[in-house]
Nanobody, 125 residues
Framework: QVQLVESGGGLVQAGGSLRLSCAAS????????VGWFRQAPGKEREFVAA????????YYADSVQGRFTVSRDNAKNTVYLQMNSLKPEDTAVYYC??????????????????WGQGTQVTVSS
């Protein structure tokens, strides 16, 4: 079992930045691929970004490409999502998710087994 806890959300003005953290406990996190997702009120949850277990590969949704950066520090069992140039349409609850995937540099948009409780990000115009 892996437990995930997100933090770093908050209220920010359009054009501002936030850094979300996803702290893991319970297993060796370095063997897990991690993704970030978000869900806005009345909308389906959507993929935001993913990072391979080593951190060597990343993948982003078109809507955040060039503005968001995902990274990880396996020594700290933590994955980060740096969000710059935030827009009101980025407002959502952001979730991190993990899946055991040690054999490749895969970045996954689906198939995650473990989820955090989410952190609210609100971008005002």
């Amino acid at each position: 079992q892996v437990q995930l806890v997100e933090s770093g959300g908050g209220l920010v003005q359009a054009g501002g930045s936030l850094r979300l953290s996803c702290a893991a406990s319970g297993r060796t996190f370095s063997s897990y691929a991690v993704g970030w997702f978000r869900q806005a009120p009345g909308k389906e949850r959507e993929f935001v970004a993913a990072i391979s277990w080593s951190g060597g590969n990343t993948y982003y949704a078109d809507s955040v490409q060039g503005r968001f950066t995902v990274s990880r520090d396996n020594a700290k069992n933590t994955v980060y999502l740096q969000m710059n140039s935030l827009k009101p349409e980025d407002t959502a609850v952001y979730y991190c998710a993990a899946v055991y995937h040690p054999a490749s540099g895969a970045t996954l948009t689906t198939g995650y087994d473990y989820w955090g409780q989410g952190t609210q990000v609100t971008v005002s115009s």
